[in-house]
């Protein structure tokens, strides 16, 4: 179970480790995931999904769906492996849940199904653990009124929250004040159920997965191109009928990023991680490490389930410090922990800039990465919106214990940080982990990893 505030943290430490050697799978995307079970449950009949992330925000979501009407339930096919069913109840036709939706760490279900009851004409409220309940919900809260759902909330638009969706749902145009995936899809879903043409405008683009489902369910969805920084303009037309559609989903870039970045830095490491999306929109991390002098090697590039998939061969690389981008942010937002970590062992400053986003996440992660670094040996110089991490050239002192305000990503940073650095690296709960990885210690083991302690 995840830790929650009457639960005891669970610290780990990570040992410096040998060279790091295997082929992994890791666990279905995240995002594809949620989407997976609410989209399943829009659709009239049965939808086959493979490959779901089975942790912790996932299967909150999994649960909310069921509050909501649906039937979801799993099964194990001949091969052992698990296989998701949802009978959906169709657009508009949710049920009023009897008890609260409680979506624990997970700031993308609390956001999406804020949208899709937003769409229909009941009330649910949203409650969820410590870190969601600081995280802003206004973005999402703010459209979503727009098209006349209303809010009560203790403390301004912080969870818990009771929502209560309008008997007729308005369709408009908004435009997206921060990059996020989560805002537009929420808009979008509850879209799905008002007449005419909801509109959302993104001035940078952000991940196409809500789209990309839209289109195999069936849904009319006209994306256009929007000013001249690549944004776009997603005009969906409301109240289709959604067909079922299998949904296979591929390894998670996001997890990926752990085991990628851990055999970089781990000298002698060759391991390969098959299997991940490297979908435009989620692949910036990897950019910027083959352009950091990374040896990662993208074999086997194909299409599966309307996302493009691919191998990763990696092998541990001398690697350099790079100025990121700033633009390419919302390709690889929840990749920066990670990325300094690279930074941290590389020659050289890496520069990470636009990207306040990282201050809302699980945790705040700006903060966060920046103090967990400095505890190892690493400078760092911190901003409002970035930071610039000073490499240490292969040679990070470790030796520290972090402290990951129940964030996953911080926690496996930094059990990534003490494999390549000189002296262990501990943090003060792994518990968490299991939000989003939940089979990280094994997968990590099997490379050769050494993790103790109780968070095992
Ligand atoms: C997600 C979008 C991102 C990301 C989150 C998952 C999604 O958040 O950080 O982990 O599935 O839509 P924002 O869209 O708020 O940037």
Redesign the pocket.
């Known amino acids: 179970m995840a830790h929650s505030p009457e639960n005891t943290p669970r610290p780990l430490t990570a040992e410096p480790s040998r060279a790091l050697t295997g082929h992994l799978r890791v666990p279905g995307d ?2 594809i995931s ?1 989407r997976s079970l609410i989209f399943g449950t829009l659709a009239v009949g049965e939808t086959v999904i493979t490959g779901l992330l089975e942790g912790d925000d996932v299967l909150a979501t999994a649960e909310a769906m069921r509050r909501l009407g649906a039937t979801v339930t799993r099964e194990v096919d001949s091969h052992g492996k698990p296989v998701w069913h949802v009978w959906g109840v169709g657009v508009g036709g949710l049920k009023a849940p009897e008890e609260a939706l409680d979506f624990g760490n997970a ?2 279900g609390a956001r999406l199904v804020m949208g899709l009851v937003a769409g229909h004409p009941i009330t649910a409220t949203f409650i969820g653990d410590a870190s969601l309940s600081k995280r802003p919900m206004g973005r999402v809260t703010t459209p979503l009124a727009l098209m006349g759902a209303t809010f009560q909330a203790r403390e301004g638009t912080r969870l818990p929250l009771t929502l209560t969706g309008a008997p007729r749902t308005l369709p408009i145009t908004y435009e997206l004040p921060v ?5 537009k ?1 929420a808009v979008l879903l509850a879209g799905l159920n008002a007449p005419g043409i909801t509109t959302v405008i993104e001035p940078v683009p ?2 196409d997965h809500t789209e990309r489902m839209l289109k195999a369910f069936g849904a009319t969805v006209e994306i256009v191109p929007h000013g001249n920084k690549g944004g776009l303009e997603i005009r969906l037309t409301g109240e289709p009928e959604l067909t079922p559609c299998p949904i296979i989903v591929p390894g998670d870039p996001s997890s990926a990023a752990f085991p990628v970045v851990a055999a970089l830095i781990t000298p002698g490491s060759e391991i390969i991680v098959e299997g991940i999306t490297l979908n435009p929109h989620r692949a910036g991390l990897y950019t910027t490490l083959i352009e950091m002098g990374g040896d990662i090697e993208v074999m086997n590039q194909r299409e599966e389930g309307g996302e493009p998939v691919a191998d990763l061969r990696v092998r541990s690389s001398a690697l350099k410090g790079v100025i990121v981008p700033p633009e390419r942010a919302p390709s690889m ?2 990749e920066y922990p990670v990325l300094a970590i690279a930074a941290a062992f590389a020659t050289g400053d890496t520069v990470m800039n636009g990207i306040h ?1 990282m201050r809302v ?1 699980e945790s705040d992660r700006i903060a966060a990465t920046a103090a967990g670094l400095r505890h190892n040996g690493v400078k760092v110089h911190e901003t409002d919106d970035g930071m610039t991490v000073e490499g240490r050239a292969g040679h990070v002192d470790g030796g520290g214990t972090v402290t990951t305000h129940m964030d996953h990503r911080i926690a496996m940073a930094f059990l990534v940080m003490g494999l390549g650095a000189q002296k262990p690296v501990t943090v003060d709960d792994a518990a968490m982990i299991a939000t989003s990885f939940p089979d990280f210690l094994p997968l990590m083991r099997r490379l050769g990893a050494t993790f103790a302690g109780s968070g095992q």
């Open positions: 995240k995002s949620h700031g993308t990059a996020s995936a989560q805002v899809s952000t991940r937002i929840d986003e996440k």
